[in-house]
């Protein structure tokens, strides 16, 4: 993509010649000196520049020479010097013999020069395609008065002399070294008639060495049926590619970058049109804020009519992608509320939907700057006391916030009909604590708070904590509504206060054992500072009162079958949804021992 969006650093250097490009093979006349003796003179030495730029010419013929002239610079040189001379030559038979065999001979040698040229302008673009790369020369327009210098004002060194040179890269070093030679080609062959024969192999090189890029990162002429057969994971390298770049102002980079650039901005659209699977919308947003970046730069760089097609397509993409966004979000939303699956999970644990579509959204909240972009103008509306998200310097509320929010309330209508699915009620209000749970722990651990707002957490970790005490009333109210409120009972109601306790102590651990909140602290709360706290010393004060009164009893061990520290472990035990050998207390290896 450097290659391609880089272009008018090098091609303005190398073609910045002041001169304009004459049709091939025409010269422009020249005044001629009236006087005959001075006539004459101006003939014999424009013979004679013929005489000698023939020498030089045909040594370097390119059909009989291999070497590369720009490797000896004062032949280089001297090269430049005679190919000048020869122009001067034809601009005057031009004038004065336009039919003479002189000026035949001398057009041959000045195509004989310039297939020369041509050789070692492809030769040169060819061999520093990397020292070329436009980063490493985009410091070189302030070297001018190099570039300007005049064919006999170049150095004849055997090497350029560089200042400051300690400074600069290797790539950059050879980089000044060749663009001179490259600069002195052009503005031969441009001021001999040969512009376009320049242009067009400047163009071919440059051209290849853009499509060589493109092809090493992937990049071909797809159809959309290749598209949607590739694999998306292979994709995943194109949204790197788009990345900032210099304008171009050269008209060579409309026929360098035009098709290029054109195939390389429509893949997004092509991917976009594929089929449309939740998955794949992370590659499409990607693409999307990888266009979106880069938009300045494609809008300046394109900006001529020429390449106008090339932003077309862009923008075609940036459109094409941010319709697929939206469609595999709505798609998404319809599958969340469609689902009516209604076996219950066991022990009351995190239902699959509630992981899945919550894991989901908390991805799609890294992706929030070019969500906001896409849903910019087409989210859903939440109503205030749902809902009031961190708002932005000008007091609005983000898109993104208002999206996922909406996306999060269609999840959480979903345990709410699952629950009744649960035949035991106070196990459904603990799937439902631990569900909510499940999402407010995504929620605050992600970028997901930032988007929602300390305010919606709070808000829903009350809601928890309401299920909670739900669960707790209906699992539990039983075993505590069985110890006594009377302050004085006789021995006989004392022993049947006992059995009913027992028996509705060991139901609901019977029940619960199985059950499971993963919510470490939710979990401690309930069993340790909720249900124990309220158990364990009405139970201890209960037992301590009136087994003294039955001490006589047979069997007494029968009625008291817990301690008070017994109740504490098995309260333990619980929640874990692992069922405890045939989830009786007395069976427990973990804590739950009878006395």
Same mark, same amino acid.
């Given at each position: 993509?450097?290659?391609?969006?880089?272009?008018?650093?090098?091609?303005?250097?190398?073609?910045?010649?002041?001169?304009?490009?004459?049709?091939?093979?025409?010269?422009?006349?020249?005044?001629?000196?009236?006087?005959?003796?001075?006539?004459?003179?101006?003939?014999?030495?424009?013979?004679?520049?013929?005489?000698?730029?023939?020498?030089?010419?045909?040594?370097?013929?390119?059909?009989?020479?291999?070497?590369?002239?720009?490797?000896?610079?004062?032949?280089?040189?001297?090269?430049?010097?005679?190919?000048?001379?020869?122009?001067?030559?034809?601009?005057?038979?031009?004038?004065?013999?336009?039919?003479?065999?002189?000026?035949?001979?001398?057009?041959?040698?000045?195509?004989?020069?310039?297939?020369?040229?041509?050789?070692? $302008?492809?030769?040169?673009?060819?061999?520093?395609?990397?020292?070329?790369?436009?980063?490493?020369?985009?410091?070189?327009?302030?070297?001018?008065?190099?570039?300007?210098?005049?064919?006999?004002?170049?150095?004849?060194?055997?090497?350029?002399?560089?200042?400051?040179?300690?400074?600069?890269?290797?790539?950059?070093?050879?980089?000044?070294?060749?663009?001179?030679? $490259?600069?002195?080609?052009?503005?031969?062959?441009? %001021?001999?008639?040969?512009?376009?024969?320049?242009?067009?192999?400047?163009?071919?090189?440059?051209?290849?060495?853009?499509?060589?890029?493109?092809? *090493?990162?992937?990049?071909?002429?797809?159809?959309?049926?290749?598209?949607?057969?590739?694999?998306?994971?292979?994709?995943?390298?194109?949204?790197?590619?788009?990345?900032?770049?210099?304008?171009?102002?050269?008209?060579?980079?409309?026929?360098?970058?035009?098709?290029?650039?054109?195939?390389?901005?429509?893949?997004?659209?092509?991917?976009?049109?594929?089929?449309?699977?939740?998955?794949?919308?992370? $590659?499409?947003?990607?693409?999307?804020?990888?266009? %979106?970046?880069?938009?300045?730069?494609?809008?300046?760089?394109?900006?001529?009519?020429?390449?106008?097609?090339?932003?077309?397509?862009?923008? %075609?993409?940036?459109?094409?992608?941010?319709?697929?966004?939206?469609?595999?979000?709505?798609?998404?939303?319809?599958?969340?509320?469609?689902?009516?699956?209604?076996?219950?999970?066991?022990?009351?644990?995190?239902?699959?939907?509630?992981?899945?579509?919550?894991?989901?959204?908390?991805?799609?909240?890294?992706?929030?700057?070019?969500?906001?972009?896409?849903?910019?103008?087409?989210?859903?509306?939440?109503?205030?006391?749902?809902?009031?998200?961190?708002?932005?310097?000008? %007091?609005?509320?983000?898109?993104?916030?208002?999206? *996922?929010?909406?996306?999060?309330?269609?999840? $959480?209508?979903?345990?709410?009909?699952?629950?009744?699915?649960?035949?035991?009620?106070?196990?459904?209000?603990?799937?439902?604590?631990?569900?909510?749970?499940?999402?407010?722990?995504?929620?605050?651990?992600?970028? *997901?708070?930032?988007?929602?707002?300390?305010?919606?957490?709070?808000?829903?970790?009350?809601?928890?904590?309401?299920?909670?005490?739900?669960?707790?009333?209906?699992?539990?109210?039983?075993?505590?509504?069985?110890?006594?409120?009377?302050?004085?009972?006789?021995?006989?109601?004392?022993?049947?206060?006992?059995?009913?306790?027992?028996?509705?102590?060991?139901?609901?651990?019977?029940?619960?054992?199985?059950?499971?909140?993963?919510?470490?602290?939710?979990?401690?709360?309930?069993?340790? *500072?909720?249900?124990?706290?309220?158990?364990?010393?009405?139970?201890?004060?209960?037992?301590?009162?009136?087994?003294?009164?039955?001490?006589?009893?047979?069997?007494?061990?029968?009625?008291?079958?817990?301690?008070?520290?017994?109740?504490?472990?098995?309260?333990?035990?619980?929640?874990?949804?692992?069922?405890?050998?045939?989830?009786?207390?007395?069976?427990?290896?973990?804590?739950?021992?009878?006395?």
């Amino acid at each position: 993509m450097d290659s391609l969006l880089q272009e008018e650093g090098l091609s303005t250097l190398f073609f910045s010649s002041s001169k304009t490009l004459p049709s091939s093979n025409s010269f422009p006349s020249s005044s001629v000196p009236s006087s005959p003796v001075v006539q004459k003179f101006t003939e014999s030495m424009m013979e004679e520049n013929i005489q000698i730029a023939e020498l030089i010419i045909k040594k370097w013929d390119s059909e009989s020479s291999s070497a590369s002239l720009f490797h000896q610079r004062k032949e280089a040189n001297e090269f430049l010097r005679c190919v000048k001379d020869l122009r001067r030559a034809m601009h005057f038979l031009l004038s004065e013999h336009s039919a003479s065999n002189k000026l035949v001979r001398a057009q041959n040698l000045m195509q004989i020069a310039m297939k020369r040229l041509e050789k070692e $302008l492809s030769l040169i673009l060819s061999a520093n395609r990397d020292q070329l790369d436009p980063e490493s020369i985009s410091g070189l327009s302030s070297d001018s008065s190099t570039n300007s210098k005049d064919e006999d004002e170049v150095e004849s060194e055997g090497e350029i002399k560089i200042a400051g040179e300690s400074s600069i890269t290797k790539v950059e070093r050879e980089a000044k070294i060749v663009m001179p030679d $490259l600069k002195l080609i052009a503005d031969c062959m441009i %001021s001999c008639g040969y512009g376009k024969e320049c242009v067009k192999i400047y163009k071919l090189i440059r051209k290849s060495i853009v499509d060589e890029g493109l092809y *090493l990162l992937g990049v071909e002429k797809f159809r959309s049926s290749q598209i949607q057969k590739m694999n998306w994971e292979a994709l995943e390298h194109f949204t790197g590619f788009f990345s900032a770049s210099q304008t171009i102002r050269e008209s060579c980079f409309t026929d360098i970058s035009k098709e290029a650039a054109t195939n390389l901005f429509r893949i997004p659209e092509l991917v976009a049109k594929s089929k449309e699977t939740p998955e794949r919308i992370f $590659l499409l947003m990607e693409l999307s804020e990888a266009l %979106s970046n880069l938009w300045p730069e494609i809008e300046f760089a394109f900006n001529s009519e020429s390449t106008s097609a090339v932003k077309l397509q862009a923008a %075609s993409s940036l459109q094409r992608l941010g319709e697929s966004v939206r469609a595999i979000l709505s798609d998404f939303e319809s599958t969340i509320e469609k689902d009516s699956s209604k076996t219950p999970v066991p022990g009351g644990g995190i239902h699959l939907l509630t992981r899945t579509v919550i894991n989901y959204i908390y991805k799609l909240a890294d992706y929030g700057g070019v969500l906001s972009e896409i849903f910019r103008d087409s989210s859903p509306t939440l109503p205030e006391s749902y809902f009031q998200s961190p708002t932005t310097d000008d %007091s609005s509320t983000p898109a993104i916030s208002v999206l *996922l929010a909406w996306l999060i309330l269609v999840l $959480l209508c979903k345990p709410d009909t699952k629950a009744e699915a649960y035949r035991d009620v106070s196990l459904s209000y603990l799937f439902l604590a631990n569900n909510l749970q499940f999402i407010i722990k995504k929620v605050s651990n992600t970028n *997901l708070k930032l988007l929602l707002g300390e305010d919606w957490i709070i808000k829903h970790a009350k809601k928890v904590r309401q299920y909670a005490a739900n669960y707790e009333t209906m699992a539990w109210n039983k075993v505590f509504s069985s110890l006594p409120t009377s302050p004085e009972l006789s021995p006989e109601a004392a022993k049947e206060c006992f059995r009913v306790f027992n028996a509705a102590f060991e139901e609901a651990y019977k029940k619960q054992t199985s059950w499971i909140l993963p919510d470490g602290k939710l979990s401690n709360g309930l069993k340790v *500072l909720s249900i124990a706290k309220k158990l364990v010393p009405a139970y201890r004060e209960f037992s301590k009162k009136y087994l003294g009164m039955l001490s006589g009893e047979k069997n007494l061990e029968l009625l008291a079958r817990f301690s008070a520290d017994d109740l504490g472990n098995c309260l333990s035990d619980l929640l874990h949804g692992v069922a405890i050998s045939d989830s009786s207390p007395s069976s427990s290896s973990r804590g739950c021992i009878l006395r």
